[in-house]
């Protein structure tokens, strides 16, 4: 359920904003505004996007594997454990990125993806070998991890796009953290997971 209510609560938001640049202006992460003390914009980034493909994107990863991890935070941490999660991975994704770029008043950034990939490596720690399509190819879930991180890195080195790979980078490190943290069998159930492969097409 506390899936669905970001998802709608962020496409209301975002849909809101298309057409709304000072609602934009008011919600996108912007160094100097929070510098000033703006801190809602550490997390109000992540409920507007660039477009309705960038929007579709996240919110479609979102449904499918917000439903799958919520019990978990829900069962451990309670009945908002799982937008606690959600809400600090958006957070911890970009201040990185935002004290990188504290006294560069040009920057700006906005999208939910610091904390989808929070969500879908989460989901990876605790399902390996589960199928994921990519571009409606089937790989293992943890293949993809792999090749996710290497060419994330990789196009944050030659930075030629407008995506913020870094927040994608400390999303899915702090996914894995948090869930260990909150659940330290996972590491162990993680390994015994990987050590059995059982990948279906």
């Known amino acids: 359920m506390t899936t669905l209510i970001i998802i709608a609560i962020t496409c209301i938001v975002s849909f809101m904003a298309f057409n709304n640049p000072r609602l934009i202006e008011q919600l996108i992460l912007w160094p100097p505004a929070v510098k000033r ?27 499918f594997f917000g439903r799958a991890m919520e019990p978990l ?3 451990i941490l309670g009945p908002f454990g ?7 991975a958006i957070v911890v994704a970009i201040l990185p990125t935002y004290l990188a770029n504290r006294d560069n008043a040009n ?7 610091g904390g989808v990939s929070a ?3 989460a989901f990876i720690l605790m399902q390996p070998w589960a199928t994921i399509l990519v571009w409606f190819v089937p790989m293992p879930a943890i293949l993809y991890a792999v090749a996710y991180v290497i060419y994330s890195f990789y196009m944050e080195r030659k930075a030629v796009d407008n995506i913020n790979h870094s927040a994608h980078l400390w999303g899915a490190a702090y996914g894995i953290a948090f ?3 909150a659940a330290p069998r996972t590491i162990s159930y ?6 059995h492969p059982s990948f279906r097409l």
């Open 119 to 121: 969500v879908l490596f």
């Open 190 to 195: 993680f390994l015994e997971q990987l050590s």
């Open 82 to 88: 799982f937008a606690l999660f959600y809400v600090s």
């Open 73 to 75: 935070y829900t069962t």
């Open 179 to 181: 869930t260990v943290v």
């Open 37 to 63: 003390g703006q801190y809602y914009r550490l997390v109000s980034h992540g409920l507007i996007h660039s477009d309705t493909t960038h929007l579709l994107l996240n919110m479609l990863t979102l449904f």
């Open 107 to 113: 920057y700006h950034s906005l999208g939910a993806s």
